[in-house]
């Protein structure tokens, strides 16, 4: 009667098992007062005949009916001495597994307010537990000896996935606005993986997203976009490039020609090359009077330029018949215009055409001081226009 097992327990050195079965198969003979120690980071699911009959927490528990008053049902025979019973034994480790890295297999489709479509892919790390010892047995573990945290990875990373992809698809705009949403997105997906961890007795204990990422030719298309947005004023650029071409081929004893073998000098050459055309086109040619040597150029040339009206806003020169300035948008004010469509010299007080006193400027209410078209404030006082 002294042959069943007296000290029951599970160590794990590598740190990776969620689950141990004592025995690893079947059912094992204990002894009525056996010992069982848990850590503190486990407990132990006492089975009998099949059926869970309690969870022992951590700290070392004797085997006896008031310990565990099920079993008077389960063995049938009177009690006494050490009398051993068919029993097993499962502990369940609920430290929290860190360092799990997540990622996307595929990238995610994402629909862009900037870039239209595009495709992301999103890598992280997350930390998780067991927090239902019994249901996470009964659901997940089921008959086997063992089970390790690396068997249930790939399902609880697709539960993941799909709610970071459902709730980034609901609340991001842009990807360019992403690195300042990492914490909110993180704090979201987390709250909507709650629910199905538990139904299966596990907490996610930590998720943090690492990187969210377009592919590598989305990038190229982006730090182009980034690249011109840095040059601003392109005209001024060029400009630029072209003197610095200049400068150093006036550096090169071999002249132009020398200096041509740099990329920048190049550049300046092209730019160069319409006024040195224009120029021999304009040269004067013996016995030809200098009129009609200049051509069409000459004619260009003497021609008046066309009237512009300056915009209040932005400063930029408009067609005087415009309406809208061509940069900003903002109305277009033009001086000494009648609304009968007549232009008239800047400060005339009378139409030329119809005849009609025309509107000078608004004036500030408080002060009397001009406002130019567009002003809000007046520049004098600050007293609010109109």
């Known amino acids: 009667m002294g042959l069943g097992i007296e000290v029951v ?16 198969s079947g059912e094992a003979d204990l002894k009525m007062g056996a010992q069982v120690i848990v850590r503190e980071s486990q407990s132990a699911v ?19 009916t008031g310990n565990i008053p099920l079993l008077v049902g389960f063995m049938k025979i009177p009690f006494g001495g050490d009398t051993p019973f068919k029993a097993e034994v499962i502990f369940v480790n609920h430290k929290v597994f860190t360092n799990v890295k997540w990622g996307t297999k595929e990238p995610i489709l994402f629909r862009d307010t900037e870039l239209a479509m595009v495709r992301l892919r999103a890598f992280g790390i997350m930390s998780f537990k067991v927090e239902d010892a019994q249901l996470f047995v009964n659901k997940i573990v089921g008959t086997k000896g063992t089970f390790s945290s690396t068997e249930i990875q790939d399902f609880i990373k697709g539960i993941v996935v799909a709610r970071l992809t459902d709730f980034m698809g609901e609340t991001l705009k842009t990807v360019f606005d992403l690195p300042k949403y990492y ?23 930590d998720f943090l997203i690492n990187a969210i990422s377009p592919p590598e030719e989305v990038q190229k298309k982006i730090d182009e976009r980034t690249g011109m947005a840095a040059m601003g004023n392109l005209d001024q650029y060029m400009k630029y490039k072209a003197a610095l071409a200049m400068e150093e081929a006036a550096k090169n004893p071999g002249g132009v020609a020398g200096a041509g073998m740099g990329a920048g000098v190049g550049l300046g050459m092209g730019m160069m090359m319409p006024g040195m055309v224009m120029g021999a086109m304009n040269a004067p040619v013996p016995g030809q009077p200098q009129a009609a040597a200049g051509g069409a150029a000459a004619a260009a040339a003497a021609a008046p330029a066309a009237p512009t009206v300056k915009c209040a806003k932005c400063g930029t020169q408009n067609a005087a018949t415009a309406k809208f300035c061509a940069n900003c948008g903002e109305k277009v004010v033009v001086p000494g215009a009648c609304p009968c469509g ?19 400027p608004p004036k500030c209410s408080k002060c009397g001081a001009e406002l130019p078209p567009g002003t809000k404030f007046c520049n004098e006082c600050g007293t609010k226009a109109g």
């Open 342 to 360: 007549a232009q008239n010299a800047a400060g005339a007080k009378f139409c030329a055409n119809c005849g009609k006193p025309l509107a000078g």
């Open 9 to 24: 327990q599970s160590l794990d050195n590598t740190g990776e098992l969620i689950c141990s079965r004592f025995p690893a």
């Open 46 to 64: 006492f089975y009998r005949g099949g059926k869970a009959l309690d969870t022992f927490g951590a700290g070392r528990h004797t085997l006896t």
């Open 183 to 205: 914490d909110e997105i993180a704090t979201g997906t987390k709250a909507r993986v709650k629910d199905d961890f538990a139904k299966y007795g596990m907490y996610l204990e």
